[in-house]
């Protein structure tokens, strides 16, 4: 390849790369990579600057504005910046900072380096008014109603003494526990798991609907304070004063007075930013006096006065000495690798997640390799490459199982899924325990005095069979169980049924009987149908019977829904045994009917028209309202969609709401309208 081939190549993909992380929130290769094929592009472009592209990535900030929403200018541009992962590259920075300031005393401000997507809240007289990307650094997505569902960002400032206009800027993130309920949960209903907590971040500030974003529950960390006129002297001020406004400000940042201290909070953050609630994938250094930062100023895509020390993804090797084929409650066959143990990131690693067969294909992993292990963004570690150096004779090929590790049913593969399944969902074990514990669990039928090897106990001596039964126990039958568990390191648990626990037991399936229609929909664990989805459509339906008799363009029809779990319940409702279990579940005296007062109808002028309020009305309260919209045969929508026909403005409406309506041409009307329109 010739210099100038290798440019336009290297260009191409990285721009690509860009796109693909920007665009779509995806990472086609790791950060690393892309670091260093950024670093080769450079160093040819300076040796070949007659080759330079007009569209290279080393001179712009990488991502862009998307159609979906309205771009807008930034006051101050917002530019990357400049990256290593050595220390001499650090030692180097500060050798242009110290000539760049001719020997003139400085401090650095070091900060973790959050990885997340970066965002810009803009605020008038105290207001948030505007929230925005990055974009292409010039212009960016206004993104302001997502924002708006970010508890920790303040839609108003109280303190008097911020300046009129000012920026602030953070870095938005999900943190890592919310990550992993969303995984789970995800997992539960048999949806895709996300791929990594930046990348979940960066998809769902991009989502439309405000009201799926509030779902998840975002949070950002503020790092910069912009406003025309100095207030400040220091970046180290506007930090605390950030703080004392009310801002998240994450409190690991250190002023450090020279590169050693520097090299000393990098050292100490290591393993330690581990512990941390969200993924961080470096350390920022910045210059902390503002008139320094000036006198240092910017290239065309980062300050001068700032750079990111990048940690290497944590990595260690070990040996891939078996794997595990676990078997979750849809049948998904995940497989676990079993390793030697080692040392990662300060804990010890002995799994590893493989995801599926494509992976392992990908990886060209074979049992007894010596494998990496990386710990990123994510609690569990993953293995991502193989030491092909280490391998001998003793590696042989995986045989991924051609039948359930569980149930000896053959497995199959769903036509554009990753997983392979096991189809035996009512005899499977493993299926029907997870079945269980999906019943069991807050969320569903609250009966959680059951787990802990309780439901598994029940199951093994035959008590029960599908959740039905459990309303068919006796204190009789329970009284005196015991089994001795194993766990892995070769610990006894004894799990027994005495009679205080039984009691607890009985009196907890007793109350679940109370549990809402959506919550029983929930604990039936029917694929793609979590929490909300099973309110929506209990909302919808008001009772099972209605539901179970749905044809497929009724359900598809149901906000929110949609053809696949509109699919899957009535696949799920046309099983005759499904039947038999809803048939027990209400003769054991379930809710399979919304508790919805009972309408008492006035009139039909709102017929097939679907509503929403916002603030607050003269002639009725909330619950008023709402009855009356029932009352006149109108329905009531939870968010604004282009399902809906009328927004009601009432005194202090919400402002996302009325942009939302704009935005989506849904018609507004105040109390007398409404009032009009029911002909009252
Ligand atoms: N894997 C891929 O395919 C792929 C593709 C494109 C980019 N990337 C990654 O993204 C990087 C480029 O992104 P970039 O231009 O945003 O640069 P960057 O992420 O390396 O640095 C700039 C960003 O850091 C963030 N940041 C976090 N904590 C901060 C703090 N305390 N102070 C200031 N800023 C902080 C801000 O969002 C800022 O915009 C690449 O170096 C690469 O690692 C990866
Ligand atoms: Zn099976």
Same mark, same amino acid.
């Given at each position: 390849?010739?210099?100038?081939q ?9 721009n ?36 330079v ?7 712009r900030?990488?991502?862009t504005?998307?159609?979906e929403?309205a771009?807008?200018?930034h006051?101050f ?8 992962y050595?220390e001499?590259?650090l ?13 003139e !005393?400085?401090?650095?401000?070091? &900060? ?7 965002l ?7 207001? /948030? ?11 960016g997505?206004?993104i302001t ?7 920790? #960002?303040p ?14 800027r953070?870095?938005?993130?999900l943190?890592?526990a ?5 995984? @789970? ?6 949806e895709?798991l ?8 960066s998809?769902?500030?991009?989502q ?16 910069s304070?912009l406003?025309?006129?100095? #207030?400040?002297?220091? $970046?180290?001020?506007?930090l ?6 009310g ?38 250094v ?9 006198e ?5 895509k980062?300050? =001068? ?10 990595a ?6 078996g ?5 979750g ?5 995940t ?8 040392l990662?990131?300060?804990?010890v ?6 995801h599926?067969?494509?992976e ?14 990386e ?10 490459g193989?030491d /092909? ?21 053959p /497995? ?6 990753? $997983? ?7 005899g ?18 609250? #009966?959680?005095?059951?787990? &802990? ?8 001596r035959? *008590? ?44 907890? #399936? ?12 929930f ?9 909300t989805?099973?309110e ?7 009772s099972? +019977?209605? /539901?179970? $008799?749905?044809p497929f ?10 053809? =696949? ?9 046309? +099983? ?5 279990y ?8 379930l809710?399979?009917?919304?508790d919805r ?6 009139g ?5 028209k679907t ?9 009725f309260?909330r ?6 919209i029932?009352?006149?045969?109108g ?7 282009k399902?809906?026909?009328y ?12 942009? @939302?309506?704009?935005? *989506?041409?849904? !018609?507004?009307?105040g ?10």
């Amino acid at each position: 390849m010739t210099p100038q081939q290798h440019i336009i190549e290297l260009t191409d993909r990285l721009n690509r790369y860009n796109y693909q992380y920007y665009q779509n929130s995806i990472s086609e290769v790791d950060d690393y990579t892309f670091d260093q094929l950024l670093q080769e592009l450079t160093k040819l472009e300076k040796q070949y600057p007659e080759y330079v592209r007009p569209d290279s990535p080393t001179a712009r900030v990488g991502g862009t504005v998307s159609k979906e929403f309205a771009s807008v200018y930034h006051r101050f541009p917002m530019l990357s910046l400049g990256n290593t992962y050595s220390e001499e590259d650090l030692i180097e920075f500060d050798n242009r900072v110290r000539k760049g300031l001719r020997d003139e !005393p400085f401090e650095y401000i070091c &900060e973790l380096k959050f990885d997340g997507v970066a965002l810009s809240m803009t605020y008038e007289n105290g207001l /948030l008014v505007q929230g925005a990307t990055r974009g292409d650094g010039v212009r960016g997505d206004d993104i302001t109603n997502n924002i708006r569902t970010i508890r920790t #960002i303040p839609l108003r400032v109280h303190d008097t003494s911020v300046p009129p206009l000012f920026e602030v800027r953070g870095e938005g993130f999900l943190p890592l526990a919310e990550f992993e309920r969303i995984n @789970k949960e995800r997992d539960d209903i048999g949806e895709p798991l996300l791929a990594n907590p930046r990348n979940a971040a960066s998809g769902t500030f991009k989502q439309q609907n405000s009201a799926a974003v509030a779902q998840r529950r975002l949070d950002c960390y503020l790092y910069s304070f912009l406003s025309e006129e100095t #207030i400040f002297q220091t $970046h180290e001020d506007s930090l605390i004063a950030m703080k004392n406004w009310g801002f998240n400000v994450s409190p690991t940042w250190r002023k450090c007075a020279d590169i050693r201290e520097v090299m000393l909070y990098i050292n100490e953050w290591d393993t330690k930013r581990f512990d941390l609630p969200l993924g961080t994938d470096g350390i920022v250094v910045k210059v902390n006096r503002y008139d320094q930062q000036r006198e240092l100023g910017f290239t065309a895509k980062s300050p =001068r006065w700032a750079i990111a020390f990048k940690y290497k993804a944590q990595a260690a090797s070990t040996t891939l000495n078996g794997i595990q084929y676990q078997v979750g409650r849809t049948g998904a066959v995940t497989p676990v690798a079993m390793l030697t143990p080692v040392l990662l990131a300060g804990t010890v690693v002995k799994r590893a997640s493989l995801h599926n067969a494509n992976e392992i294909e990908r990886l060209g992993v074979m049992m007894h390799d010596t494998v990496f292990v990386e710990k990123g963004g994510e609690i569990i570690p993953k293995i991502t490459g193989v030491d /092909l150096t280490k391998r001998t004779d003793a590696s042989q090929p995986i045989r991924y199982p051609t039948e359930c590790p569980a149930c000896g049913t053959p /497995l199959v593969r769903r036509e554009k899924e990753a $997983h392979f399944y096991c189809p035996n969902e009512k005899g499977c074990p493993p299926q029907r325990q997870a079945r269980f514990e999906h019943f069991i669990q807050r969320r569903a039928m609250n #009966i959680e005095s059951l787990g &802990e090897g309780k439901i598994e106990l029940l199951i093994d001596r035959r *008590l029960v069979l599908t959740p039905a039964d459990l309303y068919d126990l006796t204190a009789d039958q329970l009284l005196g169980i015991e089994k001795i568990f194993m766990d892995e390191a070769g610990k006894k648990r004894i799990v027994s049924f005495r009679e205080k626990t039984v009691e607890n037991i009985l009196t907890a #399936i007793e109350r679940s009987k109370a549990q809402p229609f959506s919550n029983v929909l929930f604990a039936l664990g029917i694929r793609y149908v979590g929490n909300t989805t099973a309110e929506r459509v209990t909302d919808y339906f008001g009772s099972m +019977d209605a /539901l179970m $008799h749905a044809p497929f363009e009724t359900l598809a029809n149901v906000p929110d829904v949609g053809p =696949r779990i509109a699919q899957s319940l009535a696949d799920w409702f046309a +099983d005759a045994d499904n039947r038999v279990y809803i048939e027990r579940l209400q003769a054991a005296g379930l809710q399979l009917v919304t508790d919805r007062k009972e309408v008492v109808r006035e009139g039909d002028a709102l017929t097939d028209k679907t509503f929403l309020y916002t603030g607050t009305f003269v002639n009725f309260s909330r619950e008023e309202l709402e009855a009356k919209i029932a009352a006149h045969g109108g329905r009531l929508l939870s968010g604004i969609s282009k399902k809906l026909n009328y927004l009601i403005i009432g005194e202090n409406a919400g402002p996302s709401k009325i942009a @939302k309506a704009e935005k *989506l041409n849904v !018609p507004m009307i105040g109390e007398d309208e409404f009032v009009a329109m029911m002909g009252e």
